[in-house]
């Protein structure tokens, strides 16, 4: 019984750790769309979008795809997407 509950668990984590991989490329283009845009931002502004958008990217190719979520979430907060 414990055996099959650790297998789930795992499967779980698994699957997890891949939903994030597939949302990262998703939020880039969502955030590349946006900046294409020419949206109306402060000089900083832009600098952390930016800077945002190409941590989330080496994040993402990392591996470390939750890493790369949450910093491509401060890039589109600040777009407002």
Same mark, same amino acid.
């Given at each position: 019984?414990?055996?099959?509950?650790?297998?789930?668990?795992?499967?779980?984590?698994?699957?997890?750790?891949?939903?994030?991989?597939?949302?990262?490329?998703?939020?880039?283009?969502?955030?590349?769309?946006?900046? /294409? !845009? &020419?949206?109306?931002? @402060?000089?900083?502004?832009? #600098?952390?979008? +930016? %800077?945002?958008?190409?941590?989330?990217?080496?994040?993402?190719? /990392? !591996? &470390?795809?939750?890493? @790369?979520?949450?910093?491509? #979430?401060?890039? +589109? %907060?600040?777009?407002?997407?």
């Amino acid at each position: 019984m414990k055996l099959s509950s650790m297998v789930v668990a795992v499967s779980l984590a698994l699957a997890s750790s891949g939903a994030y991989a597939f949302h990262c490329p998703k939020d880039m283009k969502a955030i590349d769309a946006a900046l /294409a !845009k &020419k949206p109306n931002l @402060s000089a900083q502004q832009m #600098a952390d979008v +930016k %800077k945002y958008r190409k941590e989330g990217e080496s994040l993402h190719k /990392a !591996k &470390k795809h939750q890493e @790369s979520v949450d910093t491509l #979430a401060k890039a +589109k %907060k600040i777009l407002g997407i």
